[in-house]
């Protein structure tokens, strides 16, 4: 069974309208579903850009954390030092 848009001699009748119709609504879906597409990817793009800047940020922060923890060591082993053998701490 042929739907409207199909049948040749019902398009003739028609003037071709049918078939027009039916080629502009699949067109115009068609660009929806590119502009989707194309929003989605714009979004990704920026969100690969965002997960990025925020792994830099996560290795600096460690680095920053490495520093601190090796500070606190030194500064523990020299508290300790100076508790063990009474010794003044000069800043």
């Known amino acids: 069974m042929n739907s409207p848009s199909s049948d040749p001699q019902q398009n003739k ?3 071709g309208q049918g ?3 039916s ?3 699949i067109l115009a ?3 929806e579903y590119i502009t989707r597409l194309k ?3 714009d979004k990704l793009t920026e969100c690969l850009a965002e997960k990025d800047q925020i792994l830099l940020e996560n290795l ?3 680095e920053s954390i490495n520093q601190l923890l090796a500070e606190n060591k030194r500064l523990q082993s020299e508290l300790q030092f100076a ?3 009474n010794v003044k701490i000069e800043s």
Do not use: R, V
């Open 60 to 62: 600096q922060l460690k």
């Open 19 to 21: 078939d027009n119709l």
């Open 13 to 15: 009748q028609n003037g």
């Open 39 to 41: 929003d989605t990817s």
């Open 23 to 25: 080629k502009g609504g």
């Open 29 to 31: 879906k068609a660009c």
């Open 83 to 85: 508790l063990a053998t």
